[in-house]
């Protein structure tokens, strides 16, 4: 059985596709097979991972939509035992039409129960909102990993965020947990980075991950080859990051198992 895991945080640029794609490509490298589902219109995810968005035989939108079977919407990325449901802007839409629809909250879970069977980890990019798009991801999800950005007003919507987690576990998914909190960009010569870490660790007691993504160029410049970071530069303080956290989140994630 796979354990699914949204990467969830309304606010956009806080880093849930960098952690998603680099993340996933370090937990493949270690022989687990992942599937990432892109959720987002945006389609970052997708070309972050080396697809080209504007030419999907089937993506998330038929998934949701249309109920296509998953099957035929996964496909092969640049990173080893890395797999994806593809997404781009067609999903914009779907916020939309999903609201005419039967089990409109429901969609995603099932499609992804097709293949639970399959791989060890499924883990779900959402889009940056609280719309049908991110319920979907959640109801779908055992956890949810959240990530911050270190910079002013990190812990600004995390209310809101928090709550949302809590209406889908009353209402629609009662065993989804925080799976925990992944601390982006810290900048170790500012006090300002400083000065969120601990508060984010004050507010998430225990949740916090000990690996701490640095601000590192080589995230950034990874997306446009298509590459993971641990791909493009294995050696950066970037990829190094996400190794140590992707071992982190392995062995608290099996405890929990
Ligand atoms: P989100 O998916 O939450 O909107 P992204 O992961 O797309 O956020 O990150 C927003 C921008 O910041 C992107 O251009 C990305 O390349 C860049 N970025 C993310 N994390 C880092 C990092 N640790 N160091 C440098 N740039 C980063
Ligand atoms: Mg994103």
Do not use: W
């Not at 781009?88 to 916020?95: I, K, R, S």
């Amino acid at each position: 059985m796979s354990r699914t895991v949204s990467i969830f945080n309304q606010k956009g640029g806080v880093g849930k596709t960098t952690t998603i794609i680099n993340l996933g490509a370090a937990i493949g490298k270690k022989n687990k097979k992942v599937l990432i589902v892109d959720v987002d219109p945006q389609g970052n995810t997708t070309s972050g991972l080396g697809l080209n968005k504007r030419n999907l035989n089937t993506s998330t939108y038929d998934l949701l939509i249309n109920e296509t079977p998953i099957k035929e919407s996964i496909v092969k990325t640049s990173a080893e035992n890395v797999f994806l449901v593809p997404s781009n802007v067609e999903l914009a839409g779907a916020e939309v039409e999903l609201v005419k629809l039967e089990n409109r909250e429901l969609r995603l879970k099932k499609a992804l129960e097709e293949v639970y069977s399959e791989y060890d980890y499924i883990f779900v990019d959402c889009p940056p909102s609280l719309g049908v798009l991110s319920i979907n991801a959640l109801v779908a999800s055992n956890s949810v990993l959240i990530p911050i950005q270190c910079e002013y007003y990190a812990l600004e919507g995390v209310s809101q965020l928090v709550d949302t987690i809590k209406l889908v576990k009353r209402s629609l998914n009662p065993s989804l947990e925080i799976e925990g909190v992944v601390l982006s960009m810290f900048d170790g010569r500012t006090n300002l980075s400083i000065q969120v870490v601990d508060e984010v660790k004050k507010h998430f007691r225990g949740k916090v991950y000990t690996s701490i993504i640095p601000r590192n160029v080589r995230l950034a410049e990874a997306p446009s080859y298509g590459l993971s970071v641990i791909d493009y530069d294995p050696k950066s303080r970037g990829a190094e990051a996400y190794i140590d956290l992707a071992e982190e989140f392995l062995e608290l994630s099996e405890e929990e198992f």
